[in-house]
T-cell receptor, first 114, second 115 residues
Framework: DSGVTQTPKHLITATGQRVTLRCSPR?????VYWYQQSLDQGLQFLIQ???????AKGNILERFSAQQFPDLHSELNLSSLELGDSALYFC?????????????FGPGTRLTVL | AQSVTQPDIHITVSEGASLELRCNYS??????LFWYVQSPGQGLQLLLK??????LVQGIKGFEAEFKRSQSSFNLRKPSVHWSDAAEYFC?????????????FGTGTLLAVQP
């Protein structure tokens, strides 16, 4: 158990819909990362937040957005869903100071778009 | 741009045999390198990491990896594979001291273990 929690574990929805994925980081971790794992794209970085502020963006679609709240949990919002958005979405957290700190991964949310 | 290549998509070994999974990276500065393992239906677990110093690093579950700068490689090894090692293995790279330490992953190597 990494200490990172993600809800829900599974999500099945239809094209055109909007969903919200939730992540609670490990206690004390200020940085949250979102990654997408799909058959087409593999594991890719989407976005990072640090203490409530966006820190870095990867290949995140404009239909996707994220935020980190004052209690440090994060939500990834996916809208106008397409079949190709079906994937496993991971959240990771780390302390993140200037030197590297290990990222701890949650169990993921599996999104299926029908 | 940073990138990671794992040339082997799928590898099958016999239980008790040795294992080597290949990883090549492309990065301008000194990379931070990692190996993660993903069991079916599970998240990612860190096996080992290389930041600097000794180029042979030891990890959990009996795994080790060797950093070879001249070959831009960071291959993962295990002397004797167990059936429970069947999983997907990902090599990853990040930078040091940058604005972000996002991970760049390879495409993964799926390991099957024959009895």
């Amino acid at each position: 158990d990494s200490g990172v929690t993600q809800t829900p574990k599974h999500l099945i929805t239809a094209t055109g819909q909007r969903v919200t994925l939730r992540c609670s980081p490990r206690s004390g971790d200020l940085s949250v990362y979102w990654y997408q794992q799909s058959l087409d794209q593999g594991l890719q970085f989407l976005i990072q937040y640090y203490n409530g502020e966006e820190r870095a963006k990867g290949n995140i679609l404009e239909r996707f957005s994220a935020q980190q709240f004052p209690d440090l949990h994060s939500e990834l919002n996916l809208s106008s869903l397409e079949l190709g958005d079906s994937a496993l979405y991971f959240c990771a957290s780390s302390v993140f100071r200037e030197s590297y700190n290990e990222q701890f991964f949650g169990p993921g949310t599996r999104l299926t778009v029908l | 741009a940073q990138s990671v290549t794992q040339p082997d998509i799928h590898i099958t070994v016999s239980e008790g045999a040795s294992l080597e999974l290949r990883c090549n990276y492309s990065y301008g500065a000194t990379p931070y390198l990692f190996w993660y393992v993903q069991s079916p239906g599970q998240g990612l677990q860190l096996l080992l990491k290389y930041f600097s110093g000794d180029t042979l690093v030891q990890g959990i579950k009996g795994f080790e990896a060797e950093f070879k700068r001249s070959q831009s490689s960071f291959n993962l090894r295990k002397p004797s594979v167990h059936w429970s090692d069947a999983a997907e293995y990902f090599c990853a790279v990040t930078n040091y001291g940058g604005a972000t330490n996002k991970l760049i992953f390879g495409t993964g190597t799926l390991l099957a273990v024959q009895p």
